[in-house]
């Protein structure tokens, strides 16, 4: 399975209900840090976006089952905190605006959308093991959201390759913005595949639309393999699909 390869550009994401410019403090004892919300609670098991110096951008931090901040290592969802225990990515410490005085930085998604969803053109004939959330190697394209809080979204997206060298099967873990929208990019040898998701809602149901594009990049003659040049000669775009939640 190959992952993608997390965006680093600074994004307006989502302000969540839970993140404000005054909202606690940090606090250490001999066993590490954890943060005190000032509420009587403090964050466990995951991931939480704290402005701890009251700036107007948070950083993002794993807190374990027992409160403490996780340093300088990998997280149980295999991402990398420095250590200070911010969230990084290829050494660049991740942020978002946060709430201030009562002035929003984006709209707050109050609509988890932890769940599987099957491409609408199959949905539901042939999903038929939500616990496995897809028929792996019959084909058929799926994505499912494993955590989508304090706007960050994980999960796992799956395009229906049996093998071919166009293999878009990846996991993400990506900021989401005040449109619902978030993108991620999957490296290849030569060119890339940029998948734009974009969360909605009709008529009561949680749909994620796709956007796929495979670009090619200058050293594709040198680098791609035979089965991507044939597929691949003309830059890829493959239009919009539409997935719907899964029950």
């Known amino acids: 399975m190959k992952r993608c390869r997390l965006l680093i550009a600074t994004m307006m994401i989502s302000a969540s209900a839970s993140i404000m410019a005054?909202?606690?403090?940090?606090?250490?004892?001999?066993n590490g840090?954890?943060?005190?919300?000032?509420?009587?609670?403090?964050?466990?098991?995951?991931?939480?976006?704290?402005?701890?110096?009251?700036?107007?951008?948070?950083e993002c931090y794993y807190f374990n089952s027992d409160g403490y901040c996780l340093l300088n290592t990998a997280t149980p969802d295999n991402y990398i905190v420095d250590a200070n225990g911010a969230w990084i990515v290829n050494g660049l410490v991740q942020t978002q605006p946060?709430?201030?005085?009562?002035?929003?930085?984006?709209?707050?998604q109050p609509v988890s959308y932890v769940g599987v969803y099957a491409l609408a053109d199959y949905w539901p004939k042939y999903i038929e093991w939500p616990d496995e959330y897809m028929p792996l190697g019959l084909g058929y394209p799926a994505i499912?959201?494993?955590?989508?809080?304090?706007?960050?979204?994980?999960?796992?997206?799956?395009?229906?390759?049996?093998?071919?060298?166009?293999?878009m099967t990846c996991d993400f873990m990506e900021l989401v913005d005040n449109n619902g929208h978030f993108?991620?990019?999957?490296?290849?040898?030569?060119?890339?595949?940029?998948?734009?998701f974009y969360l909605q809602e009709s008529q009561g149901k949680?749909?994620?639309?796709?956007?796929?594009?495979?670009?090619?990049?200058?050293?594709?003659?040198?680098?791609?393999?035979?089965?991507?040049?044939?597929?691949?000669?003309?830059?890829?775009?493959?239009?919009?699909?539409?997935?719907i939640e899964y029950h």
């Open 22 to 30: 005054i909202a606690g403090e940090w606090k250490s004892n001999e």
């Open 183 to 196: 993108s991620t990019v999957l490296p290849e040898q030569g060119y890339e595949v940029v998948l734009d």
């Open 206 to 243: 949680k749909i994620i639309m796709l956007n796929k594009t495979v670009v090619k990049h200058a050293n594709f003659e040198l680098k791609a393999d035979d089965f991507a040049k044939q597929e691949l000669k003309d830059d890829y775009y493959s239009g919009i699909q539409q997935f």
């Open 98 to 108: 946060v709430t201030i005085n009562g002035n929003e930085a984006g709209a707050v």
């Open 144 to 167: 499912r959201i494993d955590s989508h809080l304090n706007g960050i979204i994980q999960g796992h997206y799956y395009d229906g390759s049996t093998g071919a060298s166009l293999d």
């Open 33 to 58: 840090w954890w943060y005190d919300r000032g509420d009587g609670s403090w964050p466990v098991n995951g991931w939480e976006w704290i402005d701890g110096n009251s700036d107007g951008i948070a």
